[in-house]
């Protein structure tokens, strides 16, 4: 398979910032800024309708009835991205990734209208937010967003290119939940208006993207194309082991699903602490992204993919125990610093060894690992939650982590001896 032709070179990047040489080439410039209002959108939405969801089933259903709730938002997010995303990989190699990506920004902002509308009646029904939760994982089924960003800079910078992208999700991540928390102690109503408003920033940034977008396009068979996408992914076992690793750890270990469960009823911190709970994680992830952005692995890279992950399963049965809301920030953010690394490892593995025009495919084949790992992972918290409680679940879930790691170091030895993730 062809590759497209690689992009020029930048100027030498500062030598005091070496880091910052990706942000010469506009169009990455602009996608960041998109990037970062979509990730403070997708936090304003996601614990907006956690909170709201608690709240309404709090109305009628003990505790761990209500988490069970929660943790279906998950589930009614997951089906439909299960369902349709090796035909949207597939779209995503066949039509301008732009287009794409502004299409779906577009669709979020009348899914925050509709929340917000009924987010008016704190008595509503479940099933209508059930139902807009399920678009959601329609829209998230297609990887336009990581399937164009390794196009808008040359190969050799993407390493940092993917540190820095990452590193706009995680900074959104801090801000966002501390917003949301903000603005749900106001309305529900008024974090999703904000939420609306960040996608609607996100679709103008995106639309300033001038390079090209399309990828190349050799033809052939839908079902053909999607087929080798997955005999791609399936072929190469550091690659489907470095993200089978993240599902089942993720999968586990998902005690974010009950934030708002220990924010409410165990910390007993309101929706102020739910908040600064949210943003335990992606202060973690920040951080790890700054550094990595800088100091990009280059060697024994299953080793740190690993040692991410056994961070993340430590850091999750600290945040299990503790009635301390500061020594549960602290171990969120571990947790989101372990994660980070991980996913770090794992989507610079995907990216840079595949080529342009199966990124969509690939990239595609990677999200459902993640979102049955994070929208699956809230609805197994949920089921735990309901059989051993809140505190049960997370236990559980740390627990589970840390096993799978010991058991994927030994099933897949190419994963754990991978060394070199970048060129020296």
């Known amino acids: 398979m062809t590759l497209p032709p690689a992009l020029p070179d930048p100027p030498p990047a500062d030598p005091l910032h070496p880091g910052l040489s990706v942000f010469r080439h506009r169009d990455f410039a602009v996608f960041w800024l998109a990037r970062l209002s979509l990730t403070l959108a997708v936090m304003c939405e ?30 009614v997010q997951f089906l439909p991205l299960f369902a349709l995303t090796l035909f949207a990989g597939e779209a995503t ?12 920004l577009g669709v979020q902002v009348l899914c925050d209208i509709a929340l917000g509308v009924l987010a008016l009646n704190p008595h509503t029904a479940l099933l209508p937010i059930f139902l807009i939760a399920a678009v959601f994982g329609v829209n998230r089924a297609f990887p336009a967003s990581s399937a164009l960003a390794p196009m808008l800079v040359p190969r050799a910078e993407l390493p940092r290119a ?26 529900p109503t008024v974090a999703y208006g904000a939420a609306a408003l960040l996608y609607l920033g996100a679709i103008l940034s995106t639309s300033l993207i001038r390079g090209e977008t399309k990828p190349a396009h050799n033809g052939g068979r839908r079902m053909d194309l999607i087929k080798e996408g997955v005999a791609y992914v399936w072929g190469n076992k550091v690659v489907f082991g470095a993200i089978s690793l993240d599902l089942f750890a993720v999968l586990l270990g998902g005690a974010t699903a009950l934030l708002p469960v220990f924010a409410r009823d165990v910390l007993h911190v309101g929706a102020g602490g739910f908040g600064v709970l949210r943003a335990g994680p992606a202060i973690g992830a920040s951080t790890m992204a700054i550094i990595l952005s800088r100091r990009p692995v280059h060697r024994h890279a299953g080793l740190w993919l690993l040692g991410g992950v056994t961070a993340f399963g430590l850091a999750t049965l600290v945040f299990a125990l503790s009635n301390w809301l500061v020594l549960s920030v602290a171990a969120l953010a571990v947790l989101g610093a372990g994660d980070m690394l991980s996913v770090y490892v794992r989507q610079t593995l995907v990216q840079i060894a595949t ?15 993640i979102g049955a790992s994070n929208e699956l992972g809230e609805f197994e918290t949920g089921v735990m939650a309901r059989w051993l409680g809140p505190i049960g679940a997370a236990v559980f879930g740390g627990v589970g982590s840390l096993v799978v790691v010991g058991v994927w170091a030994k099933l897949f030895p190419a994963l754990r001896k991978a060394d070199r993730l970048v060129e020296d």
């Open 46 to 75: 996601a614990v907006t309708i956690g909170w709201q969801v608690y709240a309404v089933a709090r109305l009628t259903h003990s505790v761990e009835q209500s988490a069970f709730l929660v943790g279906m938002v998950g589930l």
């Open 355 to 369: 080529p342009d025009a199966m990124r969509g495919r690939v990239s595609a084949i990677s999200s459902v690992f």
């Open 93 to 104: 190699d066949r039509y301008d990734r732009k287009i794409i990506m502004m299409s779906c």
């Open 162 to 187: 993917l540190a820095w992208s990452s590193l706009a999700w995680q900074s959104g991540a801090v801000v966002g939940p501390m917003l949301a928390g903000a603005f749900v102690a106001i309305s």
